[in-house]
């Protein structure tokens, strides 16, 4: 992979909401994207403003009416997040001529308070979408590819892989920086990246008092990934308070650096588990947190599973998201243990998915899936047991064996 340009799922869902709406806002973490995607789309026709620079910010805050006035539409403004004090004019703008779409395309990264800003100041007039970090699928120039439950059987055709590299790759992560360049250290960037964060964007949230005491927070949460999440007992080894845990945990969510998967409920006799998990959104990210840097250990570790479990859950997260949907997904588990990684709503349906961190299938590994599909009849469509291997074969009635490379 070079420094060229890598296409988004997400950019026909950009085209359409430009097409519909006079205002639309793409928001998601620093680094995932944001500008140049808008850039590609919007370059020519587009004038770009970043609110980043200071001396912009300033004449921005200053006299808000007199800046919107200098950048008549179509124009990108980059990093609202920086001035919100613009929304109220560009409603004022908008309103002036409401009929006419594409007036204002915005950027807004990890600011818990713009998304409340837009919708007191922008509500029916602006599309909001995200964008987080790389799937798989888009570093490989495979963006528009369905996934295996959604093809039909003329339609399913197997993806090359290569399981020896899945591990560098998850070290590296997915944000585009580190995926175009890839002789770029992965570990320094992400040393990088969460400094930044830290000093940047967490800083100036209200619940965050003492940074150093929220980074050891970030890498406790990393050490609890994929399992499920106790807050008590997570707050007791770092000595605050719940509600404190609960507060950061919920800034990560916010700010998309991690997503909190829900149990799934319902009635069909069984005790289940309530508790959460909660995932990174970048496997890289987790890696780094955890303290990896060396693929084969980070395979072999005792973080192995949790790392690839993260892989797979976000890289579906990330392309049903880039399509423009909401992604609804849940996880499966009753108080005798039986349990499914991850439940996808599809249509009217549920796909289960078991991850496994091995290349050797056993029909056994299968057994939570099967289950599943018992308790659940036609509300549950076949399922996928998806391995770091490169072998895809039946592994009994209702589940198939599938490579990560053909997610």
Not at 144 to 149: A, D, E, T
Not at 322 to 348: A, K, N
Not at 384 to 393: C, F, K, Q, W
């Amino acid at each position: 992979m070079t420094g060229s340009y890598i296409h988004r799922t997400i950019e026909p869902v950009i085209r359409r909401a430009v097409r519909e709406f006079p205002v639309t806002v793409l928001t998601g973490p620093r680094q995932s994207g944001k500008t140049t995607v808008l850039k590609r789309l919007f370059g020519r026709q587009y004038r770009y403003v970043s609110l980043e620079a200071p001396d912009v910010r300033m004449a921005a805050a200053g006299d808000p009416r007199g800046f919107i006035g200098m950048y008549p539409p179509p124009v990108i403004f980059d990093d609202v997040q920086h001035v919100p004090e613009l929304l109220p004019y560009v409603k004022e703008k908008v309103d002036a001529d409401r009929e006419k779409p594409g007036q204002y395309v915005m950027t807004g990264s990890q600011n818990l308070l713009l998304l409340e800003r837009v919708s007191e100041s922008l509500a029916g007039r602006a599309a909001v979408l995200r964008l987080l970090p790389l799937t798989w699928r888009e570093a490989e120039g495979r963006s528009q590819k369905p996934f295996p439950w959604e093809m039909t059987e003329r339609e399913t055709g197997k993806t090359p892989s290569n399981p020896a590299s899945l591990w560098d790759r998850f070290l590296r992560g997915g944000y585009p920086e580190l995926v175009a360049h890839p002789k770029r250290d992965a570990y320094l960037w992400h040393s990088a990246y969460v400094q930044t964060y830290l000093e940047r964007d967490v800083r100036s949230l209200r619940q965050i008092g003492d940074l150093t005491q929220f980074q050891s927070f970030l890498r406790a949460l990393a050490a609890r990934s994929a399992q499920l999440l106790q807050l008590s007992d997570l707050s007791r080894d770092l000595g605050v308070a719940v509600n404190t845990v609960k507060a950061w945990l919920s800034v990560l969510e916010a700010t998309h650096q991690v997503m909190v998967l829900r149990p799934y409920f319902a009635n069909v006799g069984k005790r289940l588990v309530k508790t959460p998990k909660v995932y990174f959104m970048d496997v890289g990210t987790l890696c780094y947190l955890a303290g990896l840097r060396d693929p084969a250990h980070a395979a072999s570790g005792p973080m192995g599973g949790a790392i690839f479990e993260t892989a797979v859950i976000t890289e579906v997260y990330k392309t049903l998201l880039h399509r423009g949907s909401d992604p609804r997904m849940y996880f499966w588990r009753t108080s005798s243990g039986t349990e499914v990684d991850v439940l996808i709503e599809s249509g009217q349906r549920l796909v289960p998915l078991e991850i496994k961190l091995s290349s050797t299938l056993r029909p056994a590994m299968a057994s939570g899936i099967k289950t599943f599909l018992e308790d659940f009849g036609d509300r549950a469509v076949p399922g996928y047991l998806v391995h770091t291997g490169d072998i895809r074969l039946p592994l009994g009635s209702g589940v198939t064996a599938l490579p990560f490379a053909e997610l």
